[in-house]
């Protein structure tokens, strides 16, 4: 493979240049039988890892924790957190490599180099990452892929579950987001499953130290999988095309069965914003309480007095825009609230955006809807009802600055739409309130990423990889 076809087929630099900031390699490709890089002289059949602990075929190690602790030395002094392999695997529907699972239970997850985490099942009260959700996003990134890690980058690395019957021959394929964003093709394909993959990292410039993944802090517990979703109901089939309103919305996502609402009562919430709100939002709220659309939109609790629910964001997010407006004003054109038709944030994305009214006139039934984006400018308000835009995003038939689309091509949209409701305070939770840093100190729309913290989830585009 020459230096043009490289570049052609990952999509980066012909040269050997490496990722300032991940030390991840720009150009390993498939080139050999054994998968193995082409231009590195590690390529042989070991894979790059020390030759006492390889087998005779496969390049695969017979004690993967002697050739894990090879590369990056002994595991941390805490205990690694226990894994049931067999609730997880059954799960995810797959078995996973047997390299992996061996790291995971010697190590658990880790920081390798300072610059790459290493994903391992764990649950955290309050924490950051969610292992379940990280896999299931991970997975509609592309046909066959399975996450198991990331880099400081936002990259993540997937398994390529198509190449193999055996997960232990699975390649890892890494989504590289600097590309993605600059539009080219994203998919760095390594062609060697985990261990020779973490080899070449090393030889190619990743430091060979690790420490104990700080998302799982000394707090880390043993990770229970999810109750799958029920089979959707004819109704909710219906629900998809069919109806309008509140009871289009709820034969789709039935609501739950006591909605939290906040300690307070209507009327004090009233007096506190010194208007009346929409009837509809009502409505909506009495339904369905505070929580959160599809893991991306959240309504925080209307009658509560914690930080994140709807009178406190409200003050704070307005006052916040103000200084913000005053300092750009070109990027920040409308008036907010307490102002005269300025917005009222009533629900917020994961990623910042603002869910609002615009406060024009006496009648708050007459208020129209707007998003204030955090990564665009700003847009028109909204046309149509708080719930008939709602129900829109949900089948599909919305997608805006702050409401994208949630389903992909292929695939069901009862298996991806759903309502959680808050089953304990927003204020209880260690993170801050979506688009804040983690105290939920900083103003939103002040970071670059926008997106938390660095390897919580994983982006998509570009064309899927493939195997060979």
């Not at 232990?168 to 080219?184: K, S, T, Y």
């Not at 103000?322 to 990027?331: G, K, S, V």
């Not at 984006?373 to 847009?379: E, K, L, M, Y």
Request: hydrophobic share 35%; with cysteine.
């Amino acid at each position: 493979m020459n230096d043009h076809e490289k570049s052609m087929a990952t999509g980066l630099p012909a040269d050997h240049e490496k990722s300032t900031a991940t030390g991840l390699p720009a150009d390993q490709e498939k080139s050999t039988a054994a998968g193995l890089p082409a231009d590195h002289e590690r390529a042989t059949a070991t894979g790059g890892l020390p030759a006492d602990h390889s087998t005779p075929t496969g390049g695969l190690p017979a004690d993967h924790v002697a050739a894990f602790a090879a590369l990056f030395g002994a595991p941390p002094e805490a205990p690694a957190v226990p894994v049931d392999w067999d609730a997880v695997e059954e799960w995810a529907g797959l078995r996973l490599p047997a390299d992996y699972k061996a790291i995971a239970t010697a190590y658990g997850p880790l920081d390798i180099g300072e610059r790459l985490w290493l994903h391992t099942p764990f649950d955290r009260e309050g924490g950051w990452f969610d292992y379940g959700s990280f896999v299931e996003s991970g997975r509609r990134d592309a046909p066959g892929v399975l996450p198991f890690g990331a880099t400081r980058m936002s990259d993540t690395l997937y398994w390529d579950t198509t190449a193999s019957d055996d997960p232990d021959l699975w390649p890892v394929v890494v989504h590289l987001q600097d590309a993605a964003n600059a539009g080219r093709d994203p998919w760095l394909r390594l062609g060697t499953p985990l261990l020779p993959a973490l080899a070449g990292f090393v030889a190619d410039g990743l430091r060979p130290v690790l420490a104990r993944s700080g998302l799982a802090g000394d707090e880390a517990y043993a990770w229970t999988p999810p109750a799958r979703r029920p089979e959707p109901t004819p109704e909710q089939r219906a629900a998809l095309t069919e109806g309008s309103g509140l009871k289009a919305l709820t034969a789709l996502l039935p609501p739950p069965a006591a909605p939290r609402l906040g300690d307070r009562n209507w009327e004090w919430l009233y007096e506190r914003l010194g208007t009346r709100l929409p009837t509809e939002y009502v409505r909506l709220m009495e339904t369905y309480g505070g929580g959160g659309w599809c893991q991306w939109l959240r309504f925080g609790l209307p009658l509560g007095t914690g930080r994140y629910d709807l009178a406190p964001w409200a003050e704070w997010y307005g006052e916040t825009y103000r200084e913000l407006r005053d300092a750009h004003p070109r990027y920040h054109p409308l008036a907010a609230w307490p102002e005269p038709g300025g917005f009222l944030a009533f629900a917020d994305s994961i990623d910042g955006d603002q869910l609002c009214w615009l406060t024009e006139g006496d009648d708050p039934d007459a208020w129209p809807l707007v998003v204030v984006p955090r990564h665009a400018d700003q847009g028109p308000p909204l046309t149509g009802t708080l719930t008939g835009n709602l129900l829109a995003w949900l089948r599909g038939e919305l997608a805006t600055e702050g409401l994208p689309r949630l389903v992909r091509t292929g695939e069901d949209p009862l298996e991806i739409i759903e309502f959680a409701p808050f089953t304990d305070e927003p204020d209880d939770q260690d993170e801050g309130p979506a688009g804040t840093d983690s105290a939920g100190t900083g103003p939103a729309g002040t970071d670059s990423a926008g997106t938390g913290p660095a390897g919580t989830g994983s982006a998509s585009t570009g064309s899927p990889p493939t195997a060979g």
